[in-house]
């Protein structure tokens, strides 16, 4: 799998998804900011994304996937500092 894949799977489960995909060959991390996550305990927003890998996952075609889900206004509060300073 590459990046451009992951990505589309996720956007294919969650339709407004931001995300970005880091990593290579058969272990990625992505984050993933979308509103859909509203109300959602972090396992079942992670279980939310991994259930459109399960495929790839048990074939081995896909060894890890680590998944960082945030509502937006989550990511706007954990990362307004660094739009502060310039970062």
């Known amino acids: 799998m590459d990046s451009a894949e992951i990505e589309q799977r996720i956007v ?4 407004d998804a931001g995300v970005e995909v880091l ?3 058969c272990d990625f991390s992505v984050t993933v ?3 859909q ?3 959602l305990m972090p396992v079942k927003r992670q279980q939310m994304i991994l259930v459109g890998f399960a495929d ?3 074939s ?3 060894h890890a996937l680590t998944v960082k889900p945030f509502t937006l206004d989550e990511w706007n509060k954990k990362y307004s ?3 502060q300073i310039g970062l």
């Open 23 to 25: 990593g290579a060959d």
């Open 56 to 58: 790839v996952l048990a």
């Open 37 to 39: 996550f509203k109300g």
């Open 12 to 15: 294919n489960i969650v339709s």
């Open 33 to 35: 900011i979308s509103d």
């Open 81 to 83: 500092n660094l739009v």
């Open 60 to 62: 081995g075609a896909l």
